[in-house]
């Protein structure tokens, strides 16, 4: 069983094994623990503006399109805001950077800045907000280059290894903030009389078989040919070369998709599409696939693009896009090598 403690009592004691040297027992050190223990704070502050919907005047789209060209909903806006607010004056940072934004945050020069970066989708899967579906924040920490006057937009552009600690806080029945420092996964849900993150599950653990994928099946015509092998198989059931039935579920909310994954098993999958041959995935590496990926890994599952490891990827745009095959890890090996037989 689970011992039932706060989120900034599991934090307190990771860093006191950072400060008692017990290097490799997950230690993390004050600034990163203030850094965790901020965005969590900021995630009950969306926690509360997501769950006020039409109460709050926080439904329908705003008059405006981010960075990615897609029309921004109200409470994508909140949220990104509420992400920059609460971290820009607490010294633990030197730049955020968010789908949300074109170019990164970097902290004015009226705070101290810190040594570390962070990127968040703010809001995803903002499309379900006006139809009270499970949404989400998704973040991902690094640490600045030392070297170098200024940070800059380079100083991001770091392979999903380099990452320090990496989460997401689900905004659905419960609002769950799931986190790892490189030691495993854990899971917090928000206890609301409270007011605060407690711990429900540690040392995570995907399955590494599964009867259930996630993808946009309405999609299908524009995969290429190992996804439609992979998917194709999976449809055939117990007749077929899986000789196991397989279940769907698509939320189009990653966030949800992965929680789900995380909790019992499945693969997920965003290809490449012929619509836009030039973009590798929908999904965007720096705030989606790496910190998901992160997760996954470090739950025992595997996360790829199709043909490599996802945190191994060198970035070369803050807001690259990539394909996604992440999950239980026999599944994604297996969606892998078909690409890798077909190439
Ligand atoms: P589609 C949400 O917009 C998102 O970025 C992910 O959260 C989700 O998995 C995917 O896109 C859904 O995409 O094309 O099915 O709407």
Same mark, same amino acid.
């Given at each position: 069983?689970?011992?039932?403690?706060?989120?900034?009592?599991?934090?307190i004691?990771?860093?006191? +094994?950072?400060?008692?040297?017990? #290097? =490799?027992?997950g230690?993390?050190? *004050? @600034?990163?623990? /203030?850094? %965790?223990?901020v965005?969590?704070?900021?995630?009950?502050?969306?926690s509360?503006?997501?769950?006020?919907?039409?109460l709050?005047?926080?439904?329908?789209?705003?008059?405006?399109?981010?960075?990615?060209?897609e029309?921004?909903?109200?409470?994508?806006?909140?949220?990104?805001?509420?992400?920059?607010?609460?971290n820009?004056w607490?010294?633990?940072?030197?730049?955020?950077?968010?789908?949300?934004?074109?170019?990164?945050?970097?902290?004015?020069?009226?705070?101290?800045?810190?040594?570390?970066?962070?990127?968040?989708?703010?809001?995803d899967?903002?499309?379900?907000?006006?139809?009270n579906?499970?949404?989400?924040?998704?973040?991902?920490?690094?640490?600045?280059?030392?070297?170098?006057?200024a940070?800059?937009?380079?100083?991001?552009?770091q392979p +999903?290894?380099?990452?320090?600690? #990496? =989460?997401?806080?689900?905004?659905g *029945? @419960?609002?769950? /903030?799931? %986190?790892?420092?490189?030691?495993?996964?854990?899971?917090?849900?928000?206890?609301?009389?409270?007011?605060?993150?407690?711990?429900?599950?540690e040392?995570?653990?995907?399955?590494?078989?599964?009867?259930?994928?996630?993808?946009?099946?309405?999609?299908?015509?524009?995969?290429?040919e190992?996804?439609?092998?992979?998917?194709?198989?999976?449809?055939?059931?117990?007749?077929?070369p899986?000789?196991?039935d397989?279940?769907?579920?698509?939320?189009?909310?990653?966030?949800?998709?992965?929680?789900?994954?995380l909790?019992?098993?499945?693969?997920?999958m965003?290809?490449?599409?012929?619509?836009e041959?030039e973009?590798?995935g929908k999904?965007?590496?720096?705030?989606?696939?790496n910190?998901?990926?992160?997760?996954?890994?470090q739950?025992?599952?595997?996360?790829?693009?199709?043909?490599?490891?996802?945190?191994?990827?060198?970035?070369?745009?803050?807001?690259?896009?990539?394909?996604?095959?992440?999950?239980?890890?026999?599944?994604?090996?297996r969606?892998?090598?078909?690409?890798?037989?077909?190439?």
């Amino acid at each position: 069983m689970t011992q039932r403690i706060s989120l900034t009592r599991y934090l307190i004691e990771k860093q006191r +094994g950072h400060e008692g040297q017990l #290097a =490799g027992q997950g230690a993390i050190p *004050p @600034q990163l623990r /203030l850094l %965790l223990e901020v965005v969590a704070r900021a995630c009950k502050s969306i926690s509360l503006a997501v769950t006020k919907g039409a109460l709050g005047g926080v439904l329908g789209t705003a008059e405006s399109e981010n960075v990615q060209g897609e029309i921004q909903k109200k409470l994508d806006i909140i949220a990104n805001e509420v992400l920059i607010e609460a971290n820009e004056w607490g010294g633990h940072l030197a730049a955020m950077a968010s789908e949300e934004m074109e170019g990164i945050y970097v902290v004015p020069n009226r705070y101290p800045q810190g040594e570390y970066l962070l990127m968040f989708d703010p809001l995803d899967g903002s499309s379900n907000i006006d139809v009270n579906v499970s949404i989400g924040t998704i973040f991902s920490v690094l640490l600045k280059s030392p070297e170098g006057p200024a940070v800059s937009e380079q100083d991001f552009l770091q392979p +999903g290894t380099q990452q320090v600690a #990496a =989460g997401y806080c689900l905004y659905g *029945p @419960q609002t769950t /903030l799931v %986190l790892t420092l490189g030691e495993g996964v854990a899971m917090f849900t928000l206890d609301r009389e409270q007011g605060s993150f407690v711990l429900t599950q540690e040392n995570v653990r995907v399955p590494e078989d599964t009867q259930e994928f996630a993808v946009n099946m309405s999609n299908m015509r524009h995969w290429d040919e190992p996804v439609k092998r992979y998917i194709d198989e999976c449809l055939q059931g117990k007749d077929g070369p899986r000789s196991k039935d397989f279940n769907m579920r698509w939320i189009a909310s990653m966030v949800a998709d992965v929680h789900r994954i995380l909790t019992r098993g499945g693969v997920f999958m965003y290809p490449w599409d012929k619509r836009e041959p030039e973009k590798p995935g929908k999904l965007r590496l720096m705030y989606e696939a790496n910190p998901m990926g992160w997760l996954i890994e470090q739950a025992g599952g595997a996360a790829t693009d199709g043909k490599q490891r996802i945190l191994d990827i060198q970035p070369t745009k803050l807001h690259q896009r990539v394909a996604v095959f992440l999950g239980s890890k026999n599944e994604v090996e297996r969606a892998t090598r078909y690409h890798s037989e077909a190439a």
